[in-house]
T-cell receptor
Framework: QKEVEQDPGPLSVPEGAIVSLNCTYS??????FMWYRQYSRKGPELLMY????GNKEDGRFTAQVDKSSKYISLFIRDSQPSDSATYLC???????????FGAGTTVTVRA | GAVVSQHPSRVICKSGTSVKIECRSL??????MFWYRQFPKKSLMLMAT?????????EQGVEKDKFLINHASLTLSTLTVTSAHPEDSSFYIC???????????FGQGTRLTVV
């Protein structure tokens, strides 16, 4: 069983739609949760991070964590064509900075 | 966020030769650097973790004699792929963190093609 499961998609939505991405993890020792955006042939860019259950909002992005279900989500509101990219969830334990990544979901926002 | 610069962005080399990839933290001191490998349409796989002045810690299944990692200064780590073969062709990405930033920042990646 992989440590982090993420549906690779692809996901195609019209401009202005809400994009919903999610990951599940198996080990309750994971306490830190990140979302990265990766454009083609580029390194990942940290979008959001959260360390507790609940919601965290940053502009059009909302990260949601449910530790009891071991489920994390990222929502993108009012999606734009420039949001077209691969989104990777990543998790780690509190005393270890090594990241475990999901497979990444490829998102296309159609103009 | 902090800036991590990786060089070169693309490299093509012949089988049997060695290739060095550099990872620099431009505006912070990187106490820890990580090296990842990414296959097309796949996720990032951690290869090794290096702390400045110490030997790198390699993940299971990664050949330390093939992928030489040096982290001699607080702003520079290098990955050398020795005696490269076509199966080593991949996208290599580094990340770096200091004691102030909770999370690591990634470089732009290096696409290695071995012919």
């Amino acid at each position: 069983q992989k440590e982090v499961e993420q549906d690779p998609g692809p996901l195609s939505v019209p401009e202005g739609a809400i994009v919903s991405l999610n990951c599940t993890y198996s080990n309750s020792a994971f306490q830190y949760f990140m979302w990265y955006r990766q454009y083609s042939r580029k390194g990942p860019e940290l979008l959001m991070y959260t360390y507790s259950s609940g919601n965290k909002e940053d502009g059009r992005f909302t990260a949601q964590v449910d530790k009891s279900s071991k489920y994390i989500s990222l929502f993108i509101r009012d999606s734009q064509p420039s949001d077209s990219a691969t989104y990777l969830c990543a998790i780690r334990q509190s005393n270890d900075y090594k990241l475990s990544f999901g497979a990444g979901t490829t998102v296309t926002v159609r103009a | 966020g902090a800036v991590v610069s990786q060089h070169p962005s693309r490299v093509i080399c012949k089988s049997g030769t060695s290739v060095k990839i550099e990872c620099r933290s431009l505006d912070f001191q990187a106490t820890t650097m990580f090296w990842y490998r990414q296959f097309p349409k796949k996720s990032l796989m951690l290869m090794a973790t290096s702390n400045e002045g110490s030997k790198a810690t390699y993940e299971q299944g990664v050949e330390k004699d093939k992928f030489l990692i040096n982290h001699a200064s607080l702003t520079l780590s290098t990955l050398t792929v020795t005696s490269a073969h076509p199966e080593d062709s991949s996208f290599y990405i580094c990340s770096a963190r200091d004691t102030l930033n909770t999370e690591a920042f990634f470089g732009q990646g290096t696409r290695l093609t071995v012919v």
